[in-house]
């Protein structure tokens, strides 16, 4: 096996394996053999950088799946306009890349990484757990401050709890993702993310001023 000459590029491509592998299996499934066999790289070079498979999975969680949570969900909120609408267009755009098949197969083999780490290891790893929450903190303050905007320039109304909204928002958008893996069956996800648009529109409507 080759090993890269810059740390930059052997931590890249550890990270790229142990999420590829953490994503598959889970952390329980995940092998140190199998990410090296991924990466192409040496027992010495991973356990240079990540003395465990634990730190291993932390860093791949903080350095690959937490931009990866940004770049979908809160990322697609920073253009200007209505919060209202632009929550919609997330939930009516992610319905649509289900439907192509963009995040179709993958969502419903695997789910989201997000989520699919934190129920595996959440209850039972404090590191984890906090770690995993310090992302869904990210998501639900990212999703509340784009409320929390409209409200300032009377786009919605004040007496709206934005971190509630945003909690139901993630709550919805992960549920859909993990009832089309429990069901196998994609239309349980463009049913739930149809219905959530929906509800935006005749429910958030009134946060209108």
């Known amino acids: ?37 991924r990466s192409g790289l040496t027992k010495g070079a991973l356990f240079h950088h990540y003395p465990s ?14 931009p990866l949570i940004y770049e979908r969900w809160l990322e697609p909120l920073e253009q200007p306009g209505n919060p209202v609408d632009i929550l919609q267009e997330l939930f009516r755009n992610t319905e649509q890349r289900i439907m192509l098949g963009d995040l179709g197969e993958r969502a419903l ?23 995993c929450e310090q992302v869904f903190t990210m998501w639900r303050e990212g999703m509340a401050g784009v409320l929390e905007m409209g409200q300032q320039q009377k786009q919605v109304r004040t007496d709206v709890d934005s971190n509630a909204v945003a909690r139901f928002l993630i709550a919805a958008l992960e549920g859909s993702i993990s009832l089309a893996r429990q069901a196998a069956d994609l239309d349980a996800a463009r049913d739930c993310l149809r219905e959530c648009s929906q509800h935006l529109v005749q429910h958030l409507e009134w946060m209108r001023y």
């Open 1 to 37: 096996m080759g090993r890269p000459k810059q740390p930059k590029t052997t931590k890249r491509l550890l990270l790229e394996a142990a999420f590829e592998q953490l994503y598959l299996h889970g952390f329980h499934g995940t092998s140190i053999s199998a990410v090296l066999e």
């Open 109 to 131: 083999l695997l789910g989201c990484p997000l989520g699919q780490l934190a129920q595996e290891m959440a209850p039972l790893d404090a590191d984890f757990r906090e770690a």
């Open 53 to 66: 498979k634990k730190a291993l999975a932390l860093a791949t969680l903080e350095q690959v799946i937490t």
